[in-house]
T-cell receptor, first 110, second 111 residues
Framework: RKEVEQDPGPFNVPEGATVAFNCTYSNSASQSFFWYRQDCRKEPKLLMSVYSSGNEDGRFTAQLNRASQYISLLIRDSKLSDSATYLCVVIGHNFNKFYFGSGTKLNVKP | SQTIHQWPATLVQPVGSPLSLECTVEGTSNPNLYWYRQAAGRGLQLLFYSVGIGQISSEVPQNLSASRPQDRQFILSSKKLLLSDSGFYLC??????????FGDGTRLSIL
């Protein structure tokens, strides 16, 4: 079983829509969680950390559900520039190792 | 502020040739360093990571190797490239339990 699983998508949404992605992780001892964004043929860039109480950064909201072992990313009022692949990242009991999901592709259409 | 440099940006190599990719970090001391590979349309595969000079952890058995000759230098090598080594190679740095930050990547094509 993979450490981190994501729906590959693509999610095709119109501008202004709200879209949500989930990501499940297998190791209940996982300590830290992040969302990264990767544009086509570019390196991944940190979008936001995910805190136990949930956190918001502008139009982006991240949440953690430890009981069900998943994290989520909600994007409100989607912009064309939000089109990218969103990677879920989990750190396990070995704090030096990151586990990346394979990514969820988002296409925002005019 | 911290910066990470990775080169070259693109590389075309024949099968059987050697490989050397270099990554350096500035603005931090004793970072954890990582090499990942991403095949087209796929997720990131961790190849190696290092928590200090001369300390290398290998995640996937293959014909690649890594070395960390200096605190902020991480090198990915191969003696003989295979077609399956094609991909997007990414170097990253980070502290334990903290977000990783990536270099611009090297796009490697094997002919």
């Amino acid at each position: 079983r993979k450490e981190v699983e994501q729906d590959p998508g693509p999610f095709n949404v119109p501008e202004g829509a709200t879209v949500a992605f989930n990501c499940t992780y297998s190791n209940s001892a996982s300590q830290s969680f992040f969302w990264y964004r990767q544009d086509c043929r570019k390196e991944p860039k940190l979008l936001m950390s995910v805190y136990s109480s949930g956190n918001e950064d502008g139009r982006f909201t991240a949440q953690l559900n430890r009981a069900s072992q998943y994290i989520s990313l909600l994007i409100r009022d989607s912009k064309l520039s939000d089109s990218a692949t969103y990677l879920c990242v989990v750190i396990g009991h070995n704090f030096n190792k990151f586990y990346f999901g394979s990514g969820t592709k988002l296409n925002v259409k005019p | 502020s911290q910066t990470i440099h990775q080169w070259p940006a693109t590389l075309v190599q024949p099968v059987g040739s050697p490989l050397s990719l270099e990554c350096t970090v500035e603005g931090t001391s004793n970072p954890n360093l990582y090499w990942y590979r991403q095949a087209a349309g796929r997720g990131l595969q961790l190849l190696f990571y290092s928590v200090g000079i001369g300390q290398i952890s290998s995640e996937v058995p293959q014909n690649l190797s890594a070395s960390r000759p200096q605190d902020r230098q991480f090198i990915l090598s191969s003696k003989k490239l295979l077609l399956s080594d094609s991909g997007f190679y990414l170097c990253a740095w980070g502290d334990a339990n903290q977000p990783q930050h990536f270099g611009d990547g090297t796009r490697l094509s094997i002919l």
